[in-house]
T-cell receptor
Framework: GDSVTQMEGPVTLSEEAFLTINCTYT??????LFWYVQYPGEGLQLLLK?????DKGSNKGFEATYRKETTSFHLEKGSVQVSDSAVYFC?????????????FGSGTQLTVLP | KAGVTQTPRYLIKTRGQQVTLSCSPI?????VSWYQQTPGQGLQFLFE???????NKGNFPGRFSGRQFSNSRSEMNVSTLELGDSALYLC????????????FGSGTRLTVV
């Protein structure tokens, strides 16, 4: 079945540091890939997405490129801020068949220190 | 544009009781999905509805059920509550499928005592 493997956390960085959170996936079809962010006590917010190979999703300084050859969708940001502290989830949605569901990674807790 | 609205935000129930959670999707969104989030199991898919029909169901016991109304609002019901049902229940809506992404509500925090 489909699965998402995420870099284990927690991750602690200083403000303005470079961020990478690794994400790899296994899927039988041609998935869409997503990064979601969850702030304390809140639901999930879509951060960025990519629907086909070599697509680059970007939002609020975050970027991720859909790499089919390495089945990866790593999240990057050049300079993190304290306000980026949250839990980040990588997810996929396999468009083959009639399935309409998101498969999530385990989440990575990011803490940015001033 | 209003987001996905889930009610109530917090709920405390006793083991053995049943509970109904509500989700109002973004206007125009016809797909509604439900997820359970726990510290131990992470985010797990419960079910997905589209135009009042359940299209997909996750690996949960029959105590978990749902429905969708003609206005796309959805409810999920959990009967005979167990302590392990304590979780954050998240609802997500989408125009159709995944190409546009899923928008999540803030969730309902259910505590079973």
């Amino acid at each position: 079945g489909d699965s998402v493997t995420q870099m284990e956390g927690p991750v602690t960085l200083s403000e303005e540091a470079f961020l990478t959170i690794n994400c790899t996936y296994t899927a039988t079809g041609y998935p869409s890939l997503f990064w979601y962010v969850q702030y304390p006590g809140e639901g999930l917010q879509l951060l960025l997405k990519a629907t086909k190979a070599d697509d680059k999703g970007s939002n609020k300084g975050f970027e991720a490129t859909y790499r089919k050859e390495t089945t990866s969708f790593h999240l990057e940001k050049g300079s993190v801020q304290v306000s980026d502290s949250a839990v980040y989830f990588c997810a996929l949605s396999d468009r083959s068949g009639s399935a309409r569901q998101l498969t999530f990674g385990s989440g990575t807790q990011l803490t940015v220190l001033p | 544009k209003a987001g996905v609205t889930q009610t109530p935000r917090y709920l405390i129930k006793t083991r053995g009781q049943q509970v109904t959670l509500s989700c109002s999707p973004i206007s125009g969104h016809r797909s509604v999905s439900w997820y359970q989030q726990t510290p131990g199991q992470g985010l797990q898919f419960l079910f997905e509805y589209f135009s009042e029909t359940q299209r997909n169901k996750g690996n949960f016991p029959g105590r978990f059920s749902g429905r969708q109304f003609s206005n796309s609002r959805s409810e999920m019901n959990v009967s005979t509550l167990e302590l392990g049902d304590s979780a954050l229940y998240l609802c997500a809506s989408s125009l159709e499928g995944d190409l546009y992404g899923y928008t999540f509500g803030s969730g309902t925090r259910l505590t079973v005592v």
